[in-house]
């Protein structure tokens, strides 16, 4: 079976100080996989996908960055977090058929 | 006006009621997501539908095409399915999901 981990699972980080969460899945391979955060209160934004090694597309400007160097790896960054990053990052993969997406358990960030 | 549109935004029930929570959405779908959210952050997906209606323990979604609509209903509601719920779209034009707000729902005892 599948399963998608997450980590950390908790963070807090200074303004400024540069990120790194990932993302691995098992079970599958080639997955289409997902970065989302939701800030508080907020709905799912969308901020990365990639459909395999090395290809990443970004659906909103900012200061975060993602990268996939391995099949099963994603990797979200950024190299100067903002007071504005705070929030909960989930990473999903999707399966061709169905197209069903599956959630990691999140990372949430605090940037004080 | 977003592409997808939940209501109520927050539901308040007791246990026992029968809750429905609705989802609109503006755009060509080629499915729909449930999905639910528990108060530690994790999410669940509960159901993907592309037509009619599915049942899984006490939870039935539901999807009208033609009307862009679709329905989640949680029979003999408890306490532990107080959880946002969300609803999700893929579109036939990509292979993201685009996400509703959610609705909060909380079932008290």
């Known amino acids: 079976s599948q399963t998608i981990h997450q980590w950390p699972a908790t963070l807090v980080q200074p303004v400024g100080s540069p990120l790194s969460l990932e993302c691995t899945v098992e079970g599958t391979s080639n997955p289409n996989l997902y970065w989302y955060r939701q800030a508080a209160g907020r709905g799912l934004q969308l901020l990365f996908y990639s459909v395999g090694i090395g290809q990443i597309s970004s659906e909103v400007p900012q200061n975060l960055s993602a990268s996939r160097p391995q099949d099963r790896q994603f990797i979200l960054s950024s190299k100067k977090l903002l007071l504005s990053d705070s929030g909960f990052y989930l990473c999903?993969?999707?399966?061709?058929?169905?197209?069903?997406?599956?959630f990691g358990p999140g990372t949430r960030l605090t940037v004080l | 006006k977003n592409e997808v549109e939940q209501s109520p935004q927050n539901l308040t029930a007791q246990e026992g009621e029968f809750i429905t929570i609705n989802c609109s959405y503006s755009?060509?779908?080629?499915?729909l997501h449930w999905l639910q959210q528990h108060p530690g952050g994790g999410i669940v997906s509960l159901f993907m539908?592309?037509?009619g209606k599915k049942k899984h323990g006490r939870l039935i979604a539901t999807i009208n095409i033609q009307e862009k609509h679709s329905s989640l209903h949680i029979t003999a509601s408890h306490p532990r399915d107080s959880a946002v719920y969300i609803c999700?779209?893929?579109?036939?034009?990509?292979?993201?999901?685009?996400f509703g707000e959610g609705t909060q729902l909380t079932v008290n005892p």
């Open positions: 539908l592309s037509s």
């Open positions: 755009v060509g779908i080629s499915a």
């Open positions: 999700a779209v893929k579109t036939t034009s990509g292979s993201r999901l685009t």
């Open positions: 999903a993969w999707q399966r061709d058929r169905p197209n069903e997406q599956f």
